[in-house]
T-cell receptor
Framework: DQQVKQNSPSLSVQEGRISILNCDYT??????FLWYKKYPAEGPTFLIS?????DKNEDGRFTVFLNKSAKHLSLHIVPSQPGDSAVYFC??????????????FGKGTKLSVIP | NAGVMQNPRHLVRRRGQEARLRCSPM?????VYWYRQLPEEGLKFMVY????????ESGMPKERFSAEFPKEGPSILRIQQVVRGDSAAYFC?????????????FGSGTRLTVV
């Protein structure tokens, strides 16, 4: 049962345009969300995060929007650059009963930015 | 200042052998997490450890898998009697604490292939 869903396996965008990556979740206990970027043969690298008490967080070219009522978040990259080509994972954080924070990942969206 | 170091990067084992995956967290990080990524899937939580303690192993298969994080040395993920379905990328992450703003830093992963 996929609690974090990224329904688009891939996305192609022209350089300089906006990239919008979407993510839906089903577990209302999630209260912190993160986006990770992953290049082939490397581990995920943290990109940006948002707490459920906010609806927007911005960091340079990257903005994450959270619609809590719809259980939906999106990552906007503008302007997109060829170096942004990677797999982007949406992840949600919840506190487990054992006192640890587990990340639940979506399956990822492969972004290709075309020069 | 090295990040999270995982070795080996690639590991090939025959069915029935043992696989040992090592993870050295970032300097100053006392929390270690192991995740597994099957082909075409997102990363899935396996286990969370602090020095000499397993805090949360709710994502670990009940048999053949074990993890440790001794007082000295790296964290070890051990898979006994490997089967083809164990073939995956195994990622280790570390953090300095439980705070959400700490973020997780991932290693580059160990790609296990069972032949």
């Amino acid at each position: 049962d996929q609690q974090v869903k990224q329904n688009s396996p891939s996305l192609s965008v022209q350089e300089g345009r906006i990239s919008i990556l979407n993510c839906d979740y089903t577990n209302s206990m999630f209260d912190y969300f993160l986006w990770y970027k992953k290049y082939p043969a490397e581990g995920p690298t943290f990109l940006i995060s948002i707490s459920s008490i906010k609806d927007k967080n911005e960091d340079g070219r990257f903005t994450v929007f959270l619609n809590k009522s719809a259980k939906h978040l999106s990552l906007h990259i503008v302007p997109s650059q060829p170096g942004d080509s990677a797999v982007y994972f949406c992840a949600a954080l919840q506190s487990s009963g054992a006192g640890s924070y587990q990340l639940t990942f979506g399956k990822g969206t492969k972004l290709s930015v075309i020069p | 200042n090295a990040g999270v170091m995982q070795n080996p990067r690639h590991l090939v084992r025959r069915r029935g052998q043992e696989a040992r995956l090592r993870c050295s967290p970032m300097k100053g990080h006392s929390h270690v997490y192991w995740y597994r990524q099957l082909p075409e899937e997102g990363l899935k939580f396996m286990v969370y450890l602090q020095k000499e303690n397993i805090i949360d192993e709710s994502g670990m298969p009940k048999e053949r898998f074990s993890a440790e994080f001794p007082k000295e040395g790296p964290s070890i993920l051990r898979i006994q009697q490997v089967v083809r379905g164990d073939s995956a990328a195994y990622f280790c992450a570390s953090s300095p604490g439980l705070g959400r703003d700490d973020g997780y830093t991932f290693g580059s992963g160990t790609r296990l292939t069972v032949v």
